[in-house]
């Protein structure tokens, strides 16, 4: 079935496998929800008008979220387009879009383009309609940043003057972000002290697209270590893809660990485990009727060549019920419940705990900081860009 047409007629028309559940409208606004495929999905899809000579319109169904622009004043049909949209996994990809600049500021040292891209619907009076927007910046190279994707790029170019009409056209190269040049990595900030180290980078890696233009991808990586009782370094790092803790030989006494650290993970290996779980009570507290305790658990593993011992923690919570004592052992993998029989709560931890690693599994790469005081957030540079 073809979308509807968007100034069609006064009532709501479901698209084919749904069922109109409930349907209003009014001035600058349309509202429907949807039963499909026998009852076993839903959608949700809402238009208001945006002042623009469009509908912003948004679905909600099983799967997610989806955002679309419609043509004219919403109406019923609007949210009927939009549902077909939706249900039909977006507009037609071979059918053009017509862009026009809506802003445009140019110079030797700064450019900003915004653009707003209609497409006609095949069989409809509507039309769907987004924003698209860059803004560059330097010379040689002038660096490119997409505001509506959040792709970036480099032009090899002694003026960023018609810079954003050369990029923006790229903006939306599924072939971007990819990461797949050298990667080069520069410290933002390094503090290290006794016995202790942090270290923020920034890596970039540059893909040639031709013509002298690069995509860049770059990724954040925040790594801490501090000396451990085994004299090597327990170290904690986060990338955009990995955040896990673990040991290495080389003591906390400056920033050799956390730069050793940083690099292992960033080699983008994957984290693969092998023997034995090895758990210990980490720290114990309790009060008249309740108790709380920890384990710091420990595997062998490695992180693409690089052997490494890495640590999960388990968490402990007892509570007074009658003579007796409930408690609950927790990993970000399960959570599991038993009964123990103590004088008071701190006995009754220190009972359940030597009971949690038969219980529950760790998690050896959720990004549980140190003593699993959770992650350690990332510094952004000014705006988010390189």
């Known amino acids: 079935m073809p979308p509807p047409t968007a100034g069609g007629g006064p009532g709501p028309v479901p698209p084919d496998g749904c069922l109109l559940q409930s349907a209003s409208s009014g001035v600058g606004y349309c509202d429907s929800f949807y039963s499909c495929n ?8 809402t238009c208001k008008d945006n002042g623009l000579g469009s509908g912003d319109c948004y679905c909600n169904n099983n799967t997610g979220v989806q955002q679309y622009q419609v043509s ?4 019923f049909a609007t949210c009927d387009a939009t549902a ?40 409809s009076d509507a039309t769907i309609a987004r924003t698209r927007s860059v803004s560059c910046s330097g010379a040689d190279p002038v660096t490119c940043y997409c505001d509506y994707t959040g792709n970036q790029f480099r032009l090899d170019a002694d003026s960023s ?18 990461g797949e040049g050298p990667v080069t990595c520069e410290p933002r900030s390094q503090q290290s002290g006794m016995g202790y180290c942090s270290v923020y980078e920034e890596c970039l890696s540059e893909t040639d ?21 085994s004299g090597g370094s327990l170290c904690y790092c986060q990338g955009s893809s990995v955040a896990v803790q673990f040991e290495i030989d080389e003591p906390s006494n400056g920033l050799t660990a956390c730069l050793s650290a940083s690099e292992i993970c960033g080699t983008g290996g994957e984290l693969m485990l ?10 114990q507290s309790a009060d008249a009727s309740n108790c709380y305790a920890s384990l710091d658990c420990t595997k062998q593993g490695s992180i693409g060549e690089q052997q490494v011992r890495v640590h999960g923690f388990i968490s402990l919570s007892c509570s007074a019920q009658g003579d007796a004592y409930n ?7 399960q959570t599991q419940s038993l009964q123990v029989e103590a004088d008071t709560a ?23 900081g140190v003593g699993g005081a959770g992650p350690i957030p990332i510094p952004m540079p000014a705006g988010g860009r390189f």
């Open 327 to 333: 408690c609950t052992c927790s990993s970000s993998l």
């Open 161 to 178: 003057e018609g810079a954003c009409e050369t990029i923006i056209e790229h903006c939306d190269d599924p072939r971007v972000p990819v």
């Open 38 to 45: 026998g009852g076993t999905d839903y959608l949700q899809v």
């Open 72 to 75: 004219g004043a919403p109406s």
């Open 274 to 283: 092998d023997g034995e779980t090895s758990c210990l009570p980490s720290n």
């Open 84 to 123: 077909q949209l939706c249900l039909g996994g977006g507009p037609d990809p071979s059918v053009e879009e017509e862009c026009t600049p809506t802003f445009t500021s140019n110079g030797a040292t700064s450019c900003q383009l915004q653009e707003r891209c209609t497409q006609e619907l095949e069989d």
């Open 346 to 368: 701190w006995d009754a931890c220190s009972s359940a705990v030597t009971e949690c690693p038969s219980l529950v599994e760790p998690s050896f790469d959720n990004g549980s």
């Open 209 to 229: 697209l031709g013509d002298g233009i690069s995509a860049v991808s770059i990724e954040g990586r925040n790594a801490t270590c501090q000396t451990s009782t």
